[in-house]
T-cell receptor
C-alpha cells in the first residue's frame, strides 16, 4: 500500500533560523505533492505544491524540494517566525485521485 | 467569501450511537471531501462528493456514509459508533472535482465514550 511518512515528529528552531521538514513517500507513480500547515484548532492550510516534473519550487519564504530518486520531499522555511509554529503535513496525490497525508511534524519556534 | 464551515464543532457520543456531521463549502465550490484525522494515522480520506454524487471513496467501513445536497452542502454519517471513531473530521471544498487546491474547514471533534 501507499504510505507517506515524516522523518521527525517534532522540530524546534530558533526564531530567524531556517527550518527543514522532511517527508518520505512510497508510491513512485504519485505525481503531485502538497505541503499543508495546520495550526491548533484549525483545518490544514495549503502552503505550496509541486509536480513530479519539477525538483524545486519556491514560494514566499518557503521552498519545496522533490527528490524522486529516493522518494523524498522537503519543506524549507526561511527566517522562521513564531507564527510558523504549527503542524506541517505533506500529502501525495495517488493515481486514484486521492490524497494521502503523513502524520505531521510539529514545528515549534523558540523566540 | 466565507470559508468552509462545519457543524457542530464538538460532539460527544457513546458507543453504538450514530452521528451526522455537516459541512458547508465555500460559495461556488461544488466538490466536498471528508477526512478523518487521528494522532496515529494522520489525515485519512473518507470520500469525495461532486454534484450530489460520490466520486471517490477511501478505505473505511460501510458505517461511514455521506451525501451532498443540490446546494453543495454535505453531510457525513457514522453509524454504530466505536471508540476508535473518536477523531477530528475535516471537510474540504474545491471548485472542481479532484482539483489540487482544497480549502479545509476547522473540523468537528468527535469523542466516542
Amino acid at each position: 500500500g501507499e504510505s507517506v511518512g515524516l522523518h521527525l515528529p517534532t522540530l524546534s528552531v530558533q526564531e530567524g533560523d531556517n527550518s527543514i521538514i522532511n517527508c518520505a513517500y512510497s508510491n513512485s507513480a504519485s505525481d503531485y505533492f502538497i505541503w499543508y500547515k495546520q495550526e491548533s484548532g484549525k483545518g490544514p492550510q495549503f502552503i505550496i505544491d509541486i509536480r513530479s516534473n519539477m525538483d524545486k519550487r519556491q514560494g514566499q519564504r518557503v521552498t519545496v524540494l522533490l527528490n524522486k530518486t529516493v522518494k523524498h520531499l522537503s519543506l524549507q522555511i526561511a527566517a522562521t517566525q513564531p507564527g510558523d509554529s504549527a503542524v506541517y503535513f505533506c500529502a501525495e496525490l495517488n493515481t486514484g485521485n486521492q490524497f494521502y497525508f503523513g502524520t505531521g511534524t510539529s514545528l515549534t519556534v523558540i523566540p | 467569501k466565507a470559508g468552509v464551515t462545519q457543524t457542530p464543532r464538538y460532539l460527544i457520543k457513546t458507543r453504538g450511537q450514530q452521528v451526522t456531521l455537516s459541512c458547508s463549502p465555500i460559495s461556488g465550490h461544488r466538490s466536498v471531501s471528508w477526512y478523518q484525522q487521528t494522532p496515529g494515522q494522520g489525515l485519512q480520506f473518507l470520500f469525495e462528493y461532486f454534484s450530489e454524487t460520490q466520486r471517490n471513496k477511501g478505505n473505511f467501513p460501510g458505517r461511514f456514509s455521506g451525501r451532498q445536497f443540490s446546494n453543495s452542502r454535505s453531510e457525513m454519517n457514522v453509524s454504530t459508533l466505536e471508540l476508535g471513531d473518536s477523531a477530528l473530521y475535516l471537510c474540504a471544498s474545491s471548485a472542481r472535482l479532484a482539483v489540487n487546491e482544497q480549502f479545509f474547514g476547522p473540523g468537528t471533534r468527535l469523542t466516542v465514550l
